[in-house]
């Protein structure tokens, strides 16, 4: 493998490891508080967070808090913030992280992406990359990210790192921005090949400040249901990450609807801060503990639904085969083989495996044909306004 390609784990040798101990673990590391957009619908806005207010861990807290996940079983590491890419040593985190093992992941808005910074992190051992996109419109997304030239810089960015061979995916804010209809042509013509779709938050009661009080985010329950709606729909033309079974559960949830699957937040996905507080999630009111603490001995499980967060529900869902076979392997091996078979045969897991799949090849662009015809690009349009209220 030369040298820069993502260290990406095979899907086979991650699924004979999910036969023990249930699959790899994901972090979402949030580096620093401080960011260079001013978001609408977000609390890190660099015009609503004050100064004193925005913290960074330092490259050494970085490096050991990575040794220590990378101890217990997490594998996947999501850098995000605020904006990653604002500190000054994230490319010396992502190089360390791959070095030890991990799959570094970068969450970012995409304006600090130049080529050569690509370049740099693609030698450092970046896997891949979610670009923030508000909107199906240039205008509309470069204000509200208070970033002129933001979606050209984009463009640029996907360019740099399809030459490095770095998949890349729009991540977009389910807002009063988007335009459904419209998105897949304008994300194709950014050079994205996939999408993921971020639920609204208006509060979160621990340290994650991806959330705000605005009407681009407050939606009635028939309204998001829709919008979910619109998700499935669009799905069948633009690969999207977020799997339906997990869309279907979230839309069970707006209606206060027993759900299908239990989030894994705690078990298998953490959130850790700049301060170095290990979360359960975004949605939780205190930390496990202290990273420099963490022994596993603090995870939890129980099957909580009592958030929408996209990027635990939706892992949770694909990993729900993994951690059912490691169940019944451990069932199996205290001699409680009724409850193995219990496991094994758990209607979900046809569910979560086909899920899995299917985003796993959204990813690498093996199960999108859909690609191959450009689609045509749609005249900019007015859109509403991207000022918060």
Known sequence: MKRGTPKLPSIWKMALQSVWNGGPGLCHFAITSACNARCGFCSFA?????????????????????????????????????????????????????????????????????????????????????????????TVHDANRGLPGLSARIRRANAALKRRQIPSSASVTMSRLVDYPALPAFLQDLGFGAVTFSYPLRTLPSSYLA????????????????????????????????????????????????????????????????????????????????????????RVRDGCTACMIDCYRDD???????????????????????????????GRNVVSAREAIRTARAWTGGGDKRLKQPIRPTPEREAPDARSG
């Open 46 to 138: 660099r015009d609503q967070l004050p100064a004193a207010s925005r913290h960074s861990v330092t490259l050494s807290e970085a490096k050991r808090a990575s040794d220590i996940l990378k101890r217990n079983g997490v594998r996947f590491l999501h850098f995000t913030g605020g904006e990653p890419l604002v500190h000054r040593d994230f490319t010396a985190m992502v190089a360390h992280a791959s070095q030890i093992g991990m799959v570094p992941t970068l969450v970012t808005n995409g304006a600090l992406m130049t080529p050569k910074r690509v370049a740099l992190l693609a030698d450092a051992g970046l896997a891949t990359v979610y670009i923030s996109i508000d909107a199906a419109s240039r």
């Open 211 to 298: 959330c705000a009080e605005s009407p681009l985010v407050d939606f009635a329950p028939e309204e998001l249901h829709t919008a979910f709606e619109a998700v499935k729909t669009l799905s069948r033309e633009f690969p999207v990450l977020n799997p339906v079974a997990s869309i279907e559960d979230m839309q069970r949830h707006l209606h206060g609807e027993p759900e299908i699957f239990g989030c894994l937040a705690g078990w298998k996905s953490f959130y850790l801060d700049w301060h170095l507080q290990l979360w359960r999630c975004h949605n939780w009111d205190r930390p496990l503990c202290d990273i420099r603490d963490f022994d596993g001995t603090q």
């Open 316 to 346: 949770s869902v694909m990993q729900h085969v993994g951690v059912a076979m490691s169940d019944g392997v451990r069932a199996a091996a205290h001699g409680d083989f009724r409850q193995a078979w219990h496991h094994w045969t758990d």
